[in-house]
């Protein structure tokens, strides 16, 4: 071996080895999973249906979960860069079924959801109204497997959240407990399986909650709860809630559920106008 083998080769090695050290160091980073979350403004009196306030509140839970970025929007999207790449939307508005199927955007909201994109409605969000119900009815319980006919049927008070699927990942880190919500009786569970259940103060068992996996592989999830704030601080049913999104977005759910832990201040009310 001659001079300038013996200085040039171990630097070779060297380098190589670093190079080989560093690669190791750094895994591929894991694609984003974008969800947007779509709210209004509030129509119900104070601390309840805080539509844009609570996807806020969800963005930032779903945010704390690895690779998981989000975005929230007043009504369906005017830019249309705020739906590249979503593989969930979120929705806690007034009836969904109007929001997203009449309009100019219904066309982009189909083919959003036969690509496999995941949708969450959140209590009235899940429903049609009575008057649209045969016209928008079949192609709407088609993206959700299921629905509530508002406003036919409320109920009040509290009652026991029951998981009718305990080993199904949305019910991960949580287990039942006593809530107090509005509860939309009668929903129509045509092609869904049943998630969730409540006992109204009248004595009868109702839905709550239901999933649907669509054709495609896209993933639905709808809960019915949701009426006032105070349960989006509950960090039980926080956890439920973030557990469906990312279920729905095809995010691995660990076994003690999504972390959902924020500040008070980022759960408290945004002040009363």
């Known amino acids: 071996m001659n001079f300038l ?3 040039w080769l171990p630097g070779l090695l060297l380098a190589l080895t670093s190079g080989l050290a560093t690669a190791q160091e750094k895994p591929a980073e894991r694609p984003m999973t974008k969800i947007l979350f779509i709210g209004k403004q509030p129509d119900h009196p104070y601390g309840s249906h805080m539509y844009l306030h609570t996807c806020g509140v969800l963005a930032k839970c779903v945010a704390l979960s690895p690779s998981v970025e989000a975005v929230v929007s007043e009504g369906w999207p005017d830019d249309a860069k705020k739906l590249d790449g979503v593989k969930a939307i979120v929705v806690y508005t007034s009836p969904a079924a ?8 219904r066309d982009d909201f189909d083919r959003i959801m036969r690509g496999g994109v995941g949708l969450v409605t ?3 969000a899940s ?41 199904h990942p949305i019910c991960r880190g949580w287990q039942e407990y006593e809530i107090e919500d509005e509860y939309y009786l009668n929903p129509t569970i045509e092609k869904a399986s049943p998630l969730l259940q409540v006992r109204e103060k009248g004595g009868k068992d109702v839905i709550v909650g239901w999933t649907f996996e669509r054709e495609g592989g896209g993933r639905s999830f709808a809960t019915t709860l949701g009426h006032p704030y105070k349960n989006f601080q509950d960090e039980r049913f926080r956890r439920m809630i973030v557990n469906g999104i ?10 003690d559920g999504a972390p959902v832990d924020l500040s008070e201040e980022a759960l408290a009310l945004p002040p009363k106008p």
Request: charged share 20%; aromatic share 8%.
């Open 5 to 7: 083998c013996r200085i």
């Open 98 to 105: 109007e929001l997203l199927l009449d309009g100019g955007h």
């Open 122 to 124: 959140i209590h009235w």
């Open 127 to 167: 429903t049609v109204t009575k008057e649209n119900l045969e016209r928008l009815g079949p192609s709407w319980v088609g993206y959700l497997g299921g629905t509530w006919v508002s406003n036919v049927g409320l109920s009040g008070g509290k009652s026991a959240l029951k998981r009718l699927a305990p080993e």
């Open 246 to 255: 990312l279920w729905a977005a095809h995010v691995d759910i660990p076994k």
